[in-house]
């Protein structure tokens, strides 16, 4: 077998070797590539630079803008809160708000002025405010109405209004024109129950003026009865030594003027009668001097000189005093001691005048407060408003303002035919 040979193959072809321009073309592309790649890249940079800080300025401008819109949330919340207190303060204030036309019509209203007028704010809106006046005050309602519109000062008036239990409701109004004169703004406000203290307090100053002209009124009947009664002590004081002392002392000096003409033994049975009238009119004036001022009363106190005082009472009437006392063995002020004797004195001389009982009781007795008089009798009596009426009643008058003298108090209980008792109250302190 005959092997054939194979088919003759082309042998591969080797790649020629560069040439030096072929090597110097490729470095030539790789710097011209790189230097492409370098002004790409600076392109990016700048165009990444730009559109940072455009959005950097987009940003900021966004945060002023939300800046600024928190600005204005914040004020319209400031605003919505002081709009809500003034809501507040208008409907829950205790004062009436009112908003009216012209004609007194009303626009607005809050929740106290609904509670002022009794009616919700739905039947109120439209109405007139002087309907709910009463009628007597309707024209001052409408003058005060008409000259708020017509000023732009403050005007205020009272009036009453209607309730449903016929009692009035006293409020005050103040008002002032608004919106060019087109309307006005009102305050009314309850003031009934200071309308009623003004009264009290009136009625008050009424009974005081009439309690001073009274009091005024007896104080000028008690100067008069004291400058009576003064007189009157002037005049028996006058009599009694005209006709007493007088009277005695004549007879003395008839009697030593006879002692010359009388032998010696009759001559001093003269001198002898002579002493005696003289020791009598002794006694006469210390009595007399004792009733215009007790010099006991400032020596030895108010107890030795009312027994003393009861008993030359006795000895010169015949009315007996029964005396009781409790705590009097100490001394007083001088004004309790005097004014306390005097009106005891007193009342003994009108038992003496007026009376006709032969018997008198006087109790006086003191604690820490006061000393505590009380003179009675079961005598005429009187009726007291007649005898205080009258000017000569200067015992009783006399004894009033003697307690009053004193920061005291003197009452008189009688009826004619039941006797009289007279109680005193004298303070002892302050």
């Known amino acids: 077998m005959m092997i054939k040979n194979p088919p003759s193959q082309k042998p591969a072809s080797i790649p020629p070797s560069p040439s030096s321009a072929d090597a110097n073309s490729a ?30 300025h987009e940003l900021g401008v966004h945060q002023i803008e939300l800046e600024m819109q928190n600005d204005n949330l914040r004020d319209a919340h400031d605003e919505l809160e002081r709009r809500l207190d003034f809501i507040n303060l208008f409907n829950f204030t205790s004062v009436g708000y009112f908003t009216m036309g012209s004609e007194g019509n009303i626009l607005q209203v809050n929740i106290s002025g609904e509670q002022l007028l009794n009616d919700d704010r739905q039947s109120l809106i439209g109405a007139r405010f002087g309907l709910f006046v009463t009628e007597m005050d309707q024209p001052v309602f409408k003058a005060f109405l008409k000259t708020v519109f017509s000023t732009h000062v403050i005007q205020s008036c009272g009036v009453a209004l209607e309730r449903e239990d016929d009692e009035p409701m006293w409020v005050s109004i103040e008002g002032i024109s608004a919106n060019e004169g087109q309307e006005c703004r009102i305050t009314v406000q309850d003031i009934t129950s200071r309308r009623e203290m003004e009264e009290d307090l009136l009625g008050l100053n009424n009974t005081l ?39 005695l002392l004549n007879v003395v000096k008839l009697s030593l003027e006879m002692v010359s003409m009388v032998g010696l033994e009759d001559g001093q049975k003269q001198v002898d009668d002579a002493g005696k009238l003289v020791g009598k009119m002794i006694k006469q004036v210390r009595r007399i001097m004792l009733e215009l001022r007790p010099s006991m009363l400032d020596d030895m106190g108010l107890l030795p000189t009312l027994r003393w005082l009861f008993t030359s009472y006795f000895e010169q009437t015949g009315v007996h005093v029964q005396f009781t006392g409790a705590n009097l063995d100490q001394r007083f002020e001088p004004q309790v001691e005097i004014n306390a004797y005097r009106i005891i004195q007193a009342a003994l001389t009108n038992i003496i005048r007026h009376s006709a009982d032969k018997t008198a009781l006087v109790e006086v007795s003191a604690d820490a407060q006061s000393l505590r008089i009380q003179v009675s009798d079961h005598g005429n009596g009187f009726d007291l408003r007649t005898a205080l009426g009258q000017i000569t009643a200067t015992g009783l008058s006399g004894m009033v303002e003697r307690a009053r003298q004193v920061g005291g108090k003197l009452t008189i209980d009688t009826q004619p035919g039941q006797g009289t008792t007279i109680s005193a109250v004298l303070p002892l302190k302050g």
């Open 209 to 247: 003026e009439k309690r001073v002209v009274a009091r005024t009124l007896e104080l000028q009947q008690a100067n008069r009865a004291l400058t009576y009664a003064q007189e009157t002590e002037r005049r028996v004081l006058a009599l009694e030594m005209n006709d007493e002392l007088g009277q």
């Open 27 to 56: 470095a030539e592309i790789r710097q011209r590539a790189e230097a492409q790649y370098s002004q790409q890249s600076r392109q990016e940079d700048t165009l990444s630079l730009v559109e940072t800080q455009r959005l950097v």
